[in-house]
């Protein structure tokens, strides 16, 4: 796709992002869109942000915003020392969804993922999103585990 363009986001990026993680039939019920964006996304952003082993990307088309996700590396002792890509909030603007863009996205994910030296990428997908669970099936992931969830409030 021409003027594609994948990069670390940066604190002017977030207005934008938070828009992207409320633009999905999930987020709308548990996101806090603003204007201005809850300043807990502000505080989450600068966490993030100074941490070497988090990597906050967007993807932008012709200068305008239109994906994100989050990358985490994880170092772990199972697997003889494996680091892990840790693949999370994906989000393509539903204006984009179907032009192969998701799939771009994730495969630059995966290359990242490699070149910080992990050997095993890893995500997670909320069961109520079933198409999501088999456009991940289909770049090659697997249902292998089952993952569980502990809300704390």
Not at 58 to 67: D, I, K, M, R
Not at 92 to 107: D, K
Request: proline content about 5%.
């Amino acid at each position: 796709m021409e003027n594609t363009q994948f990069r670390r986001a940066t604190a002017a990026d977030l207005p934008q992002i938070v828009k992207l993680l409320v633009d999905d039939e999930l987020g709308r019920l548990r996101e806090t869109p603003g204007p201005p964006p809850d300043v807990k996304y502000a505080q989450a952003f600068a966490a993030i942000d100074s941490d070497p082993n988090q990597f906050l990307a967007v993807v932008e088309q012709s200068g305008t915003l239109v994906g994100c996700l989050q990358l985490s590396f994880i170092p772990g002792l199972s697997r003889a020392g494996l680091w892990r890509g840790q693949i999370e909030s994906v989000r393509i603007a539903s204006s984009r969804r179907g032009s192969g863009l998701g799939r771009m996205l994730i495969e630059w994910a995966i290359e990242e993922c490699r070149n910080h030296g992990c050997g095993l990428v890893q995500l997670t997908t909320d069961k109520a999103r079933p198409d999501a669970l088999r456009f991940y099936e289909s770049l090659g992931f697997s249902a292998s585990h089952i993952g569980l969830k502990l809300v704390l409030n």
